[in-house]
């Protein structure tokens, strides 16, 4: 038998939103719990991610004049998954995951809100709602972190305004679609920020946390009031069996191998397996590449490798939440296309210089889509986001803000030809991306045609809410569909790549990780991208990863505390 070296009730692997879940829900219960994190920083993906959560029948929609039931939930999620994911786990999210935000709120003032304006990812399939289901983290002031700020992972720049100032998802929303009063916004986010002095001998970053850093820093506030322990530098190399069931782990702590005893269970919050280049050959459809993912590259599939060592079931190890994205020079992680993609005046084409998805698509399906056309013609991986100089203009383009920010010359210079591409006219441009010049005519025409009539007969762009979330409402008649005709015409380079993959270990409703059989492991739980997505294929709306990564998280912990 195993001698530890130091024994708590509960051992959380991960310090992502799901990792940090499960520890306050175990202080909440009254069992001693220990987070083990691998990387010198805590937060993970979840740390620089939009930060928010999908949560049906969330407890503000009724307030906010957009009641929502268990069955349009259901039938919408039944729709989407197409009957491949477990019904019990189903209707665990849809019950129990409003009660997640609650008791985080209540107990511990983690606070999310809802957003009125930002729709479901399939807004008009039955069940779908155009807003309110989505919640994002409220403010968080770093100051509140203490020492403990230095720790946690930092924001992506291009998430925050001139690489310094925070938005959350209604300012970023405010600022990008210039909606009403975004000139005042964008004077009072500056004059905060500016006029906090002595914040700004800290840091260049905002004190104001938003998206994924407020709800990270939130959580991590709440361990550091109650003190719950978060040990950074301590990978999981091994699960520990005894007596039939999972009863601890083996960790390498600053290089050295300890055991941890975990008295009444385990739970892997370690993530997937995005920034492993063999896992991703073995189990993802080719050709993928680590260098295409919109995630920090610190997730290697550990958790699901141990758990499989212990027979383990996995699902959907061939899915991800996809995101088109765009690779930078000199490595780190690629920029994910949110926003652009949606705006009038750019097309997606592959290397014939055709279309071949509904752009504005949510960016899950977007990539699905690249992979089906590359299978039948080869040429979209990578494919080409083509616009023209008034949609440069006005429009963010991958990892470029808009040229009334961001000029040509204030790009960097080694991106040209490599990140994107600008030419006088497009069969230039398309000889400088080897795309087919007469395809690529060819389809400029016809879009432009489309463009006027305001109708895409090709793909549909901008004919539902969400296509028109990131259009431009005062471009008429499609938000959503403009024309490409003013030199210089610009291609940024885009792969197909992920917020994450969405395959792991196969977990019941009470995020129990089960065999091949149905049978359970013992003492062990899975919760967000270790475990086999609750959403199965799909990604129903913004904040379906964090939404269902913490509300598993809070059932892992009842499930353990129950039979404690
Ligand atoms: P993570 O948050 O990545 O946490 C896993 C942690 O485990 C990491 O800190 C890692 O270092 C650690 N770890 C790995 N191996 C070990 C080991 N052996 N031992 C110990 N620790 C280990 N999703 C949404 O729902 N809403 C959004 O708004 C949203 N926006 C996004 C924006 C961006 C730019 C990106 C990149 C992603 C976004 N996502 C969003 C996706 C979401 O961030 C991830 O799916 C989610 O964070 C995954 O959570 P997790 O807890 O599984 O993994």
Redesign the pocket.
């Known amino acids: 038998s195993e001698k530890w070296d130091q024994s708590y009730d509960v051992v959380v ?7 940090l879940t499960a520890a306050l829900t175990a202080q909440a219960k009254g069992l001693s719990v220990l987070v ?4 010198d ?14 949560i049906p029948c969330n407890d503000q929609m009724e307030g906010l004049g957009c009641p929502d039931s268990y069955v349009e939930a259901r039938q919408y999620l039944d729709i989407l998954t197409e009957g491949e994911v477990d019904s019990e786990r189903l209707d665990a999210y849809i019950h129990r995951a409003k009660e997640m935000v609650t008791f985080l709120r209540e107990r511990f003032n983690v606070r999310f809100r809802s957003i009125p304006i930002y729709p479901d990812y399939f807004p008009h399939k039955p069940g779908g709602k155009p807003g309110f289901r ?1 919640m ?1 983290p409220e403010n968080f002031y770093a100051d509140q972190l203490g020492e403990e700020y230095a720790n946690q ?1 930092p924001p ?1 720049p291009a ?1 925050l305004l001139m690489g310094r100032m925070a938005m959350n ?1 209604v300012d970023a929303h405010a600022l990008l679609c210039k909606d009403k009063g975004w000139v005042w916004l964008f004077l009072k986010v500056m004059w905060n920020y500016w006029t906090d002095f002595s914040w700004r001998r800290k840091s260049k970053i905002d004190r104001r946390m938003t ?2 850093q407020a709800m ?1 820093g939130s959580l991590r506030k709440a361990m550091l009031d109650h003190d719950v322990p978060l040990w950074l530098n ?4 091994d699960l520990i069996e005894q007596g039939g069931r999972v009863a601890g782990v083996r ?1 390498s702590r600053n290089g050295q191998s300890m055991n941890i005893e975990a008295r009444h269970g385990v739970v892997l ?4 397996f995005e920034a492993n280049q063999a896992m991703r050959e073995k189990y993802l459809p080719a050709p993928t590449d680590t260098r295409w ?4 590259g ?6 699901i490798n ?1 758990g499989l060592k212990l027979g383990a079931a996995t699902r959907f190890m061939h899915l991800t ?1 996809g ?1 088109p994205s765009a690779v930078l020079t000199g490595g780190g ?1 690629a920029t ?1 296309m ?1 926003v652009e993609r949606a705006a009038p005046g750019c097309m997606m084409v592959n290397s014939q210089g055709q279309r071949f998805v509904n752009e504005a698509g949510p960016y899950t399906e977007v990539v699905y889509s690249i992979y089906e056309d590359h299978q039948k013609t080869g040429g979209s991986v990578p494919c080409w986001l083509i616009c023209d100089a008034r949609f440069r203009k006005k429009f963010p383009l991958g990892p470029i803000m808009p040229a009334q920010l961001q000029p040509d010359r204030a790009i960097p210079k080694e991106w040209e030809n490599e990140v994107y591409y600008k030419a006088d006219s497009l069969p230039e441009l398309a000889a400088k991306i080897g795309v087919d010049a007469d395809g690529l005519l060819a389809q400029t025409a016809r879009l432009n045609a489309m463009a006027e009539r305001g109708v895409d007969e090709e793909f549909h762009k901008g004919e539902n809410v969400f296509d028109r979330y990131y259009g431009d409402p005062t471009h008429k008649p499609n938000p959503c569909l403009g024309k490409i005709e003013k030199g210089p015409f610009y291609a940024l380079r885009v792969t197909p790549g992920e ?2 993959t ?1 395959g792991g270990l196969d977990a019941d409703a009470r995020a129990r990780v089960v065999r091949e059989d149905g049978s359970v492991i013992d003492g062990l739980y899975a ?5 086999a997505a609750v959403m199965g294929k799909t990604y129903a709306g ?8 913490m509300a598993f998280a809070y059932l892992a912990v009842e499930d353990i505390a129950e039979n404690a």
Not at 13 to 19: F, H, L, N, P, Y
Not at 527 to 531: M, Q, T
Request: aromatic share 6%; proline share 5%.
């Open positions: 692997v991960g310090s992502g939103a799901g990792g083990v994190e691998k990387s920083k805590y937060g993970g993906t979840s740390a620089v991610s939009g930060g928010g959560i999908w989505t994002e992972r992506y998430t998802q998206l994924g990270v301590t990978g999981l190399t960790v919050a370690s993530g997937g993912s919109v995630a920090p610190i997730n290697h599939g550990d958790g141990a939440w995101c992680p994910g949110f917020l994450g969405k919760v967000g991208n270790c475990s913004p904040g379906s990863t964090l939404g269902p990564a």
